[in-house]
């Protein structure tokens, strides 16, 4: 069965900067496409990007392109999220979770994944 456990989530002053870690169990990482999403309190569940499992192409959402970056180290079954340049606007509960389609290109669309992490909380304040 496969497993997701996120974890680097904190407090952060805006303008600042956290890491956020997706480690992976049950699978190897290579075969999977992974994407990250975020939820906050009474807003619907919006994607942050993915990362293809082909070839780590990466698929940034709008609203975080060019502050935040995902990365995978396959030897560890880990995807990251180093997300720069907080704004309050960031602040929500992320989560990782794995694309189900094997040959297509991951897309930001809650229900085309499964196996979601218990998510890992992010709050930018002053």
């Known amino acids: 069965q496969v497993q997701l456990v996120e974890s680097g989530g904190g407090l952060v002053q805006p303008g600042g900067s956290l890491r956020l870690s997706c480690a992976v169990s049950g699978f190897s990482l290579g075969y999977l496409s992974i994407g990250w999403f975020r939820q906050a309190p009474g807003k619907e569940r919006e994607g942050v990007g993915c990362?293809?499992?082909?070839?780590?192409?990466?698929y940034p959402a709008d609203s975080v392109k060019g502050r935040f970056i995902i990365s995978r180290d396959n030897a560890k079954n880990t995807v990251y999220l180093q997300m720069n340049s907080l704004k309050p606007e960031d602040t929500a509960v992320y989560y990782c979770?794995?694309?189900?389609?094997?040959?297509?290109?991951?897309?930001?669309?809650?229900?085309?994944?499964?196996?979601w992490g218990q998510g890992t909380q992010v709050t930018v304040s002053s």
């Open positions: 979770a794995v694309f189900s389609a094997v040959s297509r290109q991951c897309v930001l669309r809650a229900d085309e994944y499964k196996y």
């Open positions: 990362i293809s499992s082909r070839d780590g192409s990466t």
